[in-house]
């Protein structure tokens, strides 16, 4: 048996956990250390092998493998500082980056942004027009070529961005996910030119119709690829320098992982792949399954983030979107707003009306009460004065918090709006809470889902402070602290758990009956791909899955729906039963009668999600202990604000630490863990599961 | 005496409405709310309409919902107020209250107001912005009083007529396009949609199915809505809702008046020009937005519009709706556009019979002309307005691209037998306008969708059997300035794999620039429709060359006029559009001559340009800074012509700055202004522009993307630049055609 080690580096903390043969979890957190990254993945994967008793060299001596989430491709994109790229176009569309389709003006921009028009600007260019060549060449809508490609000029082309020292090109033609053809000719002469450039097109990176998004996929691909494969070769040079020769493999955006050499290969895949650890290890961690569908929310210092499981399956998003480009990688759809724990509160010039963010105080100067120079109150400074976070035990004791700072800065909005610190404080957790429920009902309601039906799970440093309110606005049955102490570094544990997965698609657009030849030749095509790749992986066979869908939508309307393909031989069968899957889905999502059946049906892609599924540790389950808590847990108590109650109340206090299976605890209670606190109001009664899950089910406290 | 009922003159509610008792209101709130209930209503009211727009987008699964957000929702107060709408198209936010003021004042009696009804209407005169938008209301009654109303309104692709689409380049009059459908109480009592009104509604439409598809979505948005209203009011209480709805009136008016008040009172005016009122017809047409402020009141009014004319007109509705997203991009975004309190504080005086009030039986289907200029004069008028606040943070902007939307249609049938139609969206990509601290955007959108997008050519050949031959944008086509006009952009095709593509245009500003600048800043580019016959692009591609203009191919060129039908292009023919640019901002010659150079090098102006409109002088990669100094004096002292000039300065106290070249100075002697260089007086504010030194040039010397108006129009067609005789700092400009003289585009009060 061998130990499985995750490590996820965050903005401001890097997060280790090592599953051990026993299925037990050892956690390791340490500073990140920008701008290089590797010191914090090492000091934290070292901290995490002493939790489990060995030394670093040891911990990778029993090591199967090693996974690694890392934002430094994200870093590149956000801070701007990329690869210096060449962009190779079709002749008559070097605009289509620049352009950004007018939306990249205000896409992904908060409202407050968009409504006043001079608060949004396209961001810079990440590729400038100097730099863009258009090539003679010309595919039409069918595929075939109407202007052959012209290859001197592509020849002097190439050699213009050379002489210009670029560091990567991208290649992107019209309707090259049609027909590749010239895309793959230019990448042949861009190697045979300039064998040490990265390079990178289009039709092999994301084959899919709409030239703006996949022109800034293989654009950012081409940006981000030469800082994150430099990274990915030191991560692999540093863990062989330690004796480590078995994978490693870094967490994408899809929700899966990729070995190490892939992910260099086109690192535009783990753009974006920060938050989706936690959604990953909802959707496959044994400890997650008794809950069904699940809401993952991930509350720490600046932001609030959602994402869905269900049936099991991680919800995704077609497309991405980063720093205002969107393009063709589809990625776990984890929405996002400015409320956090460093929120500022203030007050409206107008209404004089208490309002939360979406302004953040950041880690500096940071809340208030952090004493670090910060005057604005913040939901942190809210949650001590209301009495939730304990000014002694904050990270632990790492921290010591200013209580009086917090009431000076809580006062400073409350007299302005004629309410007392504490009213104050309330209005503004009250207000927070509102607007994550919020986030929470646009992305189920508007998505066809209803929050009634999903398990809430609470992860991350602030999660646990509000998530009892914001479950029971929401009417979901039950709210889940996942692992307890462990939910606070919950990315990381996703990451560990994580399989490998290709996911492969293309754009195919046609329009039923569909032809069952070629459905098997366009995913037979897809499928010997991911075969090929996962033998290199050494997947054994009889732990690969892999999954088929189809994107349908009707013939005039734009509502694309991804269906799955049932297994086995393409029949007229099974295609007829896509097309009833297809239309079934549709009504459960958009409602009945809302198909526009006379147009027919359209394919606009196809796609396969390939899983090779690794050996996963068991999660260790506890023995039930009964339900009353040991002595040793109690920690007192203190007054704090009773949402239910409308009051201040005492709350008894405990250590997290110390609860066992089997173990209650009624609120009005908080439960104090290293990393984070958990408020429950009067009638919230928790449970401790055999996993260590901290359970409220809603229903009982009715 | 004009009645302003909704039958002979467009709908405009005067004073109380009398509503049939029948119907009773529910208007108690409670007198106190407190900040955290107030605040927690107050934003799932605007989160209702935010979700009730995706709704109808998910239900319709329409292009028109997804790719040009042609439809808005909105939440009304039981008396029709506007409480918020959502952020989708800003014309289309303001037309539904006058459709639900007019249905409680006429639909009251009978058929009755009722829990569960819906109306539907596309009636122009009565509230619709033109007969293609089709508005839903839906009465939410609580305790059987009516407490509020849940409305949408959406762009529908065909509902009849004689131009596919509706935008007829040809209707005399209203019979010759889509009827027009008063308030009918479609959806009765229980809910229960009428199936035989349905049927008829769907009759008139070349896309029945489609028009159904977002008839059912329109409803499910309101039943969204409603229900998200009802669940506030379980929760809260009536009252408290009431309260919320009451507070975010209030604040908003508050907010807005507050706004007012630190303008100085006055009335500011733009006079505009659109051409062509029906095929072949080369007249030109005023149109005039006159802002009159007062106080925390605000008053717009029409004076000086030409009268209603061929396919040029609009409704009251229409034109009020165009005046909505300046209004609220300038005034309303610090409110989350809460238009209902900004509404209180703000008058609309039409007139009635004018183009921009037109009276029945005007054909009003097509608002691409009338309502994007009303917009683009509001945005003039409120900018010229707003330029006397002192303040960066006042957004204060030039008139943005796509200022009149070039609707350039086409339709046929491909080779393989099915029928097409469209009109280009890529327009929705325009060039914003320069704004007081920074250039406009390029290809950055428009000022009514706050998500304007512009689909991908690969979409565009998908779904119509074409080919194109160039999209980008267009270099030195925003207006130029000390900030420079957002570039708009330009495109061709040719047809392929079809034998024969059928056109329409139904536009303007073809001949006179409507992106009109701001304080000296120049036009930007007009809008312009190509076809070049029998070329030889075939054989072009076959050679292995994309040709990149039309220069580059053989053939003869057809300038294409705004109202023309039946253009019928063929395989070897191109047809090339470019569409309107953003106006500039202040004296070209003050722009930074770097930012001259950097534009030069990433392509966004031509190299000519430079020297052109900007007086820079660039050698190579650099600015020649000496040669830069000297050629600007020149063309200074080329503004104030020949002979020795010694002009008068001003005395006088500071009153305040009618904006970036001008201020008012109050002496013994009366107020006069003065040039804010160099102090030099141009005397009283009435009739300044007649004591610049003017320069009137052709609007074809000022901008190399506008072309010679003669084409189109048979008056002149000048761009006046109204220049300090002092120091010869362009102070402020305007399009003029004719005789017309230059126009007091200011008057302040005593």
Redesign the interface.
């Known amino acids: 048996m061998s130990y499985v080690c995750g490590v996820d580096i965050g903005g401001t903390f890097t997060d280790a956990v090592v599953l051990d043969p026993d299925g037990r979890i050892h956690l390791g957190k340490r500073s990140s250390t920008p701008p290089g990254f590797e010191d914090g993945f090492f000091d934290a994967l070292s901290a995490a092998a002493e939790a489990a008793g060995l030394g670093l060299e040891d911990l990778l001596a029993r090591t199967s493998h090693v996974i690694h989430g890392t934002t430094v491709a994200t870093n590149a994109m956000v801070q701007l500082n990329g690869a210096k790229v060449g962009l190779i176009t079709t002749r008559g569309h070097r605009d289509v980056l620049p352009m950004m389709r007018s939306i990249g003006r205000v896409k992904g921009r908060s409202v407050e942004e968009i409504v006043r028009l001079s608060a949004s600007r396209k961001p810079e260019p990440i590729v400038p027009r100097s730099r863009i060549e258009e090539v003679d060449e010309r595919v039409d809508s069918k595929g075939e070529v109407v202007v052959r490609l012209d290859e001197d000029g592509a020849r002097e082309a190439i050699r213009r961005l050379v002489d210009a020292e670029v560091e990567a090109i991208a290649i992107s033609f019209l309707w090259s996910f049609i027909n590749p053809s010239h895309e793959l000719r230019v990448r042949e002469l861009v190697e045979e030119m300039a064998p040490d450039l990265f390079v990178t097109t289009s039709s092999e990176l994301v084959p899919k119709w709409g030239e703006y998004e996949r022109t800034a996929a293989v654009a950012i691909n081409a940006f981000v690829g030469p800082t994150t494969a430099a990274y990915i070769n030191r991560m692999t040079g540093r863990l062989a320098d330690l004796g480590y020769d078995r994978p490693l493999y870094i967490v994408e955006c899809a929700g899966g992982v990729l070995p190490a050499e892939a992910a260099a290969e086109d690192p535009v895949l783990l753009l974006g792949s920060g938050p989706v650890g936690g959604v990953v290890a909802a959707a496959q961690l044994e400890s997650a399954k008794p809950f069904g569908d699940i809401i993952v929310t991930d509350m720490g210092g600046t932001s609030f983030d959602v994402g869905l499981v269900t049936d099991g399956a991680p919800r995704y998003a077609a497309t991405s979107v980063v720093n205002q480009y969107e393009f063709f990688i589809p990625i776990v759809d984890v929405q996002s707003i400015g409320s956090g724990g460093g929120s500022i509160i203030w007050v409206d010039d107008f209404g004089e009306t208490v309002r939360v963010g979406p302004q953040s105080a950041g880690a500096r100067p940071g809340p208030a009460c952090y004493g670090r120079g910060g005057t604005s109150p913040t939901i942190s400074d809210a949650n001590l004065v209301l009495g939730y976070l304990n000014p002694d035990y904050f990270l632990g004791g790492a921290l010591d918090l200013d209580v009086g700072a917090a009431h000076a800065a809580m006062a400073s909005v409350g007299d302005r709006v004629g309410m007392s610190v504490e009213e104050t404080a309330v209005a503004a957790t009250r207000i927070v809470n509102h607007q994550m429920a919020d986030l929470i009902r646009k992305l189920t309601i508007e998505r066809g889902y209803h929050p009634r039906d999903f398990s809430v799970f609470s992860c991350g440093g602030a999660a646990g402070l509000h998530a009892t309110e914001y479950t029971a606005m929401l009417g979901s049955p039950r709210l889940v602290v996942p692992l307890g102490d462990t939910a606070s570094v919950w990315s990381a544990l996703g990451a560990a758990s994580s399989d490998l997965l290709y996911v492969h698609e293309r754009s195919l657009i046609r329009v039923a009956p569909f032809s069952t030849e070629e459905f098997a030749e366009a995913y037979g095509e897809l499928e010997a791909r991911a075969r090929t790749r996962l033998a290199l992986d050494d997947v054994d066979p009889k732990d690969i899955q892999i999954n088929r869908f189809a994107d349908l939508k009707y013939g005039g309307q734009v509502n694309v729906v991804e269906t799955p393909v049932g297994e086995g031989a393409f029949s007229a069968e099974l295609l007829g039963r896509l097309e009833d899957d297809f239309e079934a889905k549709y009504e459960r999502l958009y409602g009945k009668g809302t198909g526009h059946r006379s147009a027919g049906i359209e394919m606009t892609e196809i796609r396969i999600r390939a899983v090779g599924r690794k050996p996963k540790p068991e999660l260790a389950r506890g023995e039930d202990e009964g339900a009353e808590v040991a002595a040793s847990a109690a920690a007192g108590a203190r007054r704090a604000w009773d949402a239910v109650l409308g009051a201040f109340t005492d709350f008894s206090v405990w250590r997290g630490a110390e609860l066992r299976t089997g173990n209650r605890v009624s609120g009005p209670a908080i439960i104090e863990l290293a990393e984070t606190t958990v408020v429950l109001h009067t009638s919230d009664l928790l449970i401790v599961d055999p996993y260590g899950n901290f359970v409220c089910e809603r229903s009982q406290n009715a | 005496m004009t009645v302003f009922d909704g039958i002979n003159e467009c709908y405009v509610p005067e004073g109380p409405i009398a509503i049939d008792p029948s119907v009773v209101l529910h208007r108690e709130a409670d007198t106190e709310i407190d ?2 209930t ?3 209503i ?3 009211l605007w ?1 209702i309409n935010v ?1 009730a727009g ?2 109808i987008q ?6 028109i ?3 040009a957000h042609d439809l808005n929702t909105v939440l009304l107060t039981e008396d029709a107020e506007y409480l918020y709408t959502g ?1 989708y198209n800003l014309n289309l936010a303001v037309v539904v209250d006058l459709t639900v003021k007019w249905i409680l004042e006429f639909r009251s009696a009978d058929p009755g107001i009722a829990d569960g009804d819906i109306f539907l209407s596309n009636d122009p005169f009565v509230g619709a912005s033109h007969v293609t938008d089709t508005i839903m209301a839906m009465p939410i009654f609580v305790d059987g009083r009516l407490f509020c109303w849940a409305a949408s309104t959406f762009h529908q692709y065909d509902m009849g007529g004689t131009a596919p689409g509706g935008y007829s380049p040809d209707a005399r009059n209203r019979f010759e396009e889509a009827d027009p459908i008063p308030p009918v109480k479609i959806v009765s009592g229980e809910g229960e949609v009428r199936r035989d009104l349905l049927d008829w509604y769907l009759r008139k439409s070349r ?1 029945p ?2 028009l159904e ?1 977002d008839f ?2 329109q409803i ?1 948005g309101c039943n969204y809505s409603k229900a998200r209203v009802l669940s506030l009011v379980e929760a809260y209480g009536a009252g408290t809702v009431k309260a919320a709805m009451r ?1 975010v009136l209030d ?1 908003g008016e ?2 807005f008046a ?1 706004r007012l008040e630190a303008i100085p009172d006055g009335r500011w005016s733009t006079r505009g020009y659109v051409e062509s009122a029906l095929p072949g017809d080369r007249q030109v047409y005023t149109t005039q937005l006159n802002v009159t402020k007062t106080g925390r009141r605000i008053v717009f009014d029409q004076e000086g519009t030409s009268p209603q004319a061929g396919v040029l007109s609009i409704s009251y509705a229409a034109w009020r709706s165009g005046i909505m997203p300046p209004l ?2 300038l005034l309303c ?5 809460a238009l209902g309190g900004a509404l209180r504080c703000a008058e609309f005086r039409p007139l009635a019979g004018s183009m921009m009030c037109a009276s029945h039986p005007a054909a009003t289907g097509n608002p691409g002309i009338g309502i994007c200029q009303a917009g683009s004069l509001a945005s003039a008028s409120l900018s010229r307005m707003l330029s006397t606040v002192d303040d960066e943070s006042q ?1 204060v ?1 030039a008139v943005a691209g796509t200022s009149i939307y070039p609707i350039s249609a086409l339709s046929g049938v491909d080779q393989s037998g099915n029928y097409f139609g469209t009109i280009h969206m890529e327009p ?3 060039g ?1 306008g320069a ?1 007081r601290n ?1 250039d406009g ?5 428009t ?1 009514y969708d ?10 565009s ?2 779904y119509f059997p074409i ?7 267009l270099p030195g086509s925003g207006g130029a300035g000390r900030f420079r006009g957002g570039n708009s ?1 330009i495109f061709a095709y040719t047809p ?2 079809a034998d024969v593509i059928d056109h329409y245009t139904a536009t303007s500003g073809m001949a006179i620039p409507t992106s009109l600048g701001l304080w000296g800043g120049h036009p930007g580019a007009t809008n312009r429709d190509l076809l070049k016959r029998s070329t030889d692009v075939r054989a072009r ?1 076959q050679e ?3 040709p ?1 203009s039309l220069d580059e191919l053989g053939g003869e060129v057809e300038w294409i006029a705004p109202k023309v039908r039946d253009i019928l292009q063929y395989p070897d023919d191109v047809w090339e559009v470019r569409w309107a640019a953003g106006g500039g901002f202040g004296d070209p010659l003050e722009r930074e001559p770097e930012a001259v150079l950097r534009d030069v ?3 966004l102006l031509p190299a000519d340009d430079a020297r052109r409109f900007y007086g820079v002088v660039l050698v190579g990669e650099a600015v020649d800074e000496q040669a830069t100094a000297s050629l600007r004096d020149e063309m200074r002292a080329a503004r104030l012509g020949p002979g020795e000039k010694r002009p008068a300065k001003a005395q006088g106290e500071h009153v305040l700055n009618l904006g970036p070249t001008l201020e008012v100075l109050r002496g013994e002697h009366g107020d006069e202004v003065a040039c804010r260089s160099c102090g030099t007086s141009l005397g009283a504010l009435a009739g300044w522009k007649t004591r610049a030194a003017s320069v009137a040039l052709s609007v074809e010397e000022v901008n190399s993307q506008i072309d010679d108006p003669a084409r189109y129009v048979d008056a002149p067609v000048y761009f006046r630049s109204y220049c300090c005789p002092g120091c010869a700092r362009a102070l402020d400009g305007e399009v003029t055609v004719g005789d017309d003289a230059p126009y007091d585009d200011v008057e302040l009060a005593e």
């Open positions: 900040p955290v107030y605040e927690v107050r934003s799932s989160n979700e995706e709704i998910r239900v319709s699964g329409s292009p919902a997804q790719y952020p896309t199915h489609l598809l059912r979505s499910a507070k604040d508050r907010a507050r609220v991009r975004d610090d409110t989350m556009y957004d902007f929705m990509a325009g914003l704004f920074a955007e390029d290809t950055g959108g000022v706050a998500l304007a997008l512009a689909p991908n050519v690969e979409f050949e998908q080919l194109f031959l160039y999209r980008r944008e952009g392929h794999r591609l292995g060359r994309i990149q090098t990433r392509d």
